[in-house]
């Protein structure tokens, strides 16, 4: 009977040291950032933070970043204005490639690979001739380019 006691006593110890959380210190601090509300010295487990960004910056990701047994987690930026500008004119320059059967057909010309329509930028595709021979200066092997691809032709005997 004391055996058991004394393995009961181990395990609820065992219990308590694994249930106990650790809370946080203050909040971390973000570029360009700011804490919404007051900032504490001590933050407990599963407390929340939000953060908002400041003037001409806007937030990529959420605003909210939670202690979790004695870590911060959540992730967010505050980036200026003109970087979200950039970015989308970015993802705009580098717009994918589509090539139909129609314009398959009109070439007279087919996929070497795959069957496939939709072309990422800057992705080199290789066309050949569904009958016949190339002609004109069009090479057969094309890069998507921003949402452009030239097609070659091919001639039936």
């Not at 360009?32 to 990529?60: F, I």
């Not at 989308?88 to 580098?94: G, Q, V, Y």
Request: net charge neutral.
């Amino acid at each position: 009977m004391v055996v058991t006691s004394t393995i009961t006593i181990q395990y609820l110890n065992c219990m308590i040291y694994f249930l106990e959380v650790l809370g946080c210190g203050t909040a971390p601090i973000i570029a360009n950032g700011d804490l919404k509300y007051t900032r504490k010295s001590n933050n407990s487990h599963n407390e929340m933070v939000e953060y908002m960004c400041q003037a001409y910056y806007t937030m990529e990701g959420e605003p909210y970043k939670t202690c979790f047994n004695g870590v911060w987690t959540g992730h967010m930026r505050c980036i200026s204005k003109l970087q979200v500008l950039l970015l989308i004119t970015c993802a705009i320059l580098k717009k994918p490639c589509t090539v139909n059967e129609d314009d398959n057909r009109q070439h007279n010309i087919t996929f070497k690979y795959n069957g496939s329509t939709y072309f990422t930028h800057d992705e080199i595709i290789e066309f050949r001739c569904a009958r016949g021979i190339p002609v004109g200066s069009v090479s057969l092997l094309q890069r998507c380019n921003s949402g452009v691809i030239v097609l070659p032709t091919c001639q039936e005997f």
